[in-house]
């Protein structure tokens, strides 16, 4: 039996990146915290019952008031 038995999960792919680290790499220098990587495009899955909860999550893993921005969501399956 699932963990998740009576709770509708979906999986989300949530691309982000962070804006402070993509302008310290604009000035070729390197973020305090975070790697040169988050400059770019990451993407990652969350299984969520909604987006919304989806979006919380991320943001609870990745706070926007450290700099993080989602791009764009996108339900698989």
């Keep these: 039996m699932s963990a998740f038995t009576g709770h509708r999960q ?5 691309e982000l990146h962070n804006q402070a680290v993509r302008e310290c790499v604009k000035e070729n220098r390197s973020h305090d915290l975070f790697d040169d990587r988050w400059a770019d495009v990451q993407t990652h899955e969350v299984a969520a019952s909604d987006e919304t ?25």
Aim: charged share 25%; aromatic share 10%.
């Design 10 to 14: 979906t999986v989300f792919e949530v």
């Design 53 to 77: 909860k989806a979006l919380a999550m991320i943001e609870n893993s990745y706070p926007s008031e450290d700099g993080f921005v989602v791009d764009h969501v996108k339900r698989l399956g």
